[in-house]
């Protein structure tokens, strides 16, 4: 079925800043390593600096989405797309002071106004399209779009140019989206508007968003919330560390590359992962379009069983030949991004249409500030063995189909007394 005008309309958008949020995001590690011979700085100062950046990002999901819900979020995902590219041009301008300080502060900047895209476009989506579930796939595509684009074009660049002129041109797309966004025009409550009793400059006081946010963890949602979390642990455990992994097999270390790309220190293990990524845009796709089939507890049962059957077979699979490493690094991208649709509709399903802002937003507090806790645990575990670390992940992993197998028999009833589910979706 093919898309209507609005639901196009909507997709375009979202679809343009989703891509840009990991665009930008993912080309700050590139930036890193220039930040170390520029400022002449310990690893552990500027490692401390980009963190600043990337904790806002998480946290203050949970503001973008009360944000959301109170402005309307096209509003914010406009503020998301110029914050993010002034603040690049911020950074940029740190050069002039020459002061890591000023990186830090340009690295704040962008992490406070990237970090309430995800809130305001998943809400949009689920408020404003009839057929959430293709884009849903769509905007999963678009973020995997970035997450690859993002390092590649910032390392290229960096070939020829300055950095600071560097971080001055990936701006240029985040401030072309900004005007294209100003122009699009769209209902942002078309497929639910006979549900939504607010509007969106409805201010939500702290006593209503106290209450809110009861009401919301008194329901199913409170489920989804901590199947989510688990989600995050595994995502970004896995993402992490699985670079590292990669490059300290014998099997990958063994390719030879060309002359020009050893000049650059360009590594094999980069192009697998970034190739994972590439075959996620798959997965999204495919699990985008099964989630007006799928009933959303089923879908996340099944992705998790599968998710944890792959960490596991990692133990094994890493010490065979490169062309078993390759396959499961394609197995696991697709079904490592074909989770994500089925939680984004959960929250849809599970959580009334006034509250859709503040519910992605808690999801994603769960998704990426509950989730950076893997970081450390994964760490610490790796430093005993791969094992262990591909063992721990997995234990997430069962935790998340335990939660939602028992979702998918109707624990949400101990909170309705009804399925919340019944008849969103089946298999039929």
């Not at 840009?20 to 930036?31: A, G």
Request: negative net charge; charged residues 10%; contains cysteine.
């Amino acid at each position: 079925m093919a898309l209507n005008a609005n639901d196009r309309s909507i997709a375009t958008f979202t679809m343009a800043a989703h891509a840009l949020v990991h665009w930008f995001e993912t080309s700050i590690p590139i930036f890193l390593v220039v930040w170390l011979a520029e400022f002449d700085v310990s690893v552990a100062l500027v490692g401390f600096v980009v963190a600043l950046g990337y904790a806002p990002f998480g946290i203050g999901a949970l503001p973008g989405g009360i944000l959301a819900d109170r402005y309307g979020p096209k509003r914010l995902i406009l503020c998301c797309l110029l914050g993010m590219s002034l603040s690049f041009v911020a950074l940029a301008g740190a050069s002039v002071v020459d002061s890591i300080y000023a990186i830090a502060i340009g690295l704040v900047l962008w992490g406070a106004t990237a970090s309430v895209y995800h809130p305001a476009g998943l809400a949009l989506i689920s408020t404003g399209v009839d057929d959430r579930g293709t884009v849903f796939a769509w905007h999963g595509i678009a973020g995997n779009v970035g997450i690859a684009l993002g390092p590649f074009v910032a390392a290229t660049l960096l070939i020829v140019l300055e950095w600071h002129v560097v971080a001055a041109l990936l701006a240029v797309p985040g401030l072309v989206a900004t005007l294209y966004g100003l122009r699009a025009t769209f209902d942002p409550v078309a497929a639910v508007a006979d549900d939504v009793d607010a509007g969106p400059d409805d201010a939500l006081s702290l006593p209503e968003l106290v209450s809110s946010t009861r009401t919301l963890f008194a329901s199913a949602f409170a489920i989804i919330f901590v199947i989510v979390a688990f989600e995050g642990l595994y995502y970004r455990g896995m993402l992490t560390y699985l670079p590292e992994i990669l490059d300290g097999l014998g099997a990958i270390q063994g390719i030879e590359i060309a002359p020009a790309l050893e000049r650059y220190d360009i590594d094999p293990a980069f192009y697998i992962y970034v190739g994972l990524l590439v075959v996620g845009m798959g997965g999204q796709y495919v699990a985008g379009k099964l989630v007006d089939r799928v009933a959303p507890a089923r879908g996340l049962a099944a992705s998790f069983a599968i998710l944890t059957a792959l960490a596991l077979a990692f133990v094994p699979v890493t010490g065979m030949g490169l062309v078993p490493i390759v396959a499961l690094c394609g197995v696991f991208g697709f079904f490592l991004f074909a989770i994500q649709p089925f939680y984004q509709n959960a929250v849809a399903v599970y959580t009334g249409a006034d509250s859709r802002g503040l519910s992605y937003g808690y999801t994603y507090l769960g998704e990426f500030g509950i989730g950076a806790a893997s970081i450390a645990v994964g760490g610490f575990v790796l430093g005993i063995s791969q094992t262990w670390f591909f063992a721990t992940i997995a234990a997430f992993s069962i935790l998340g189909a335990v939660l939602s197998s028992a979702l998918l028999f109707g624990l949400d009833r101990l909170y309705t007394g009804e399925s919340a589910a019944a008849g969103q979706a089946t298999d039929d």
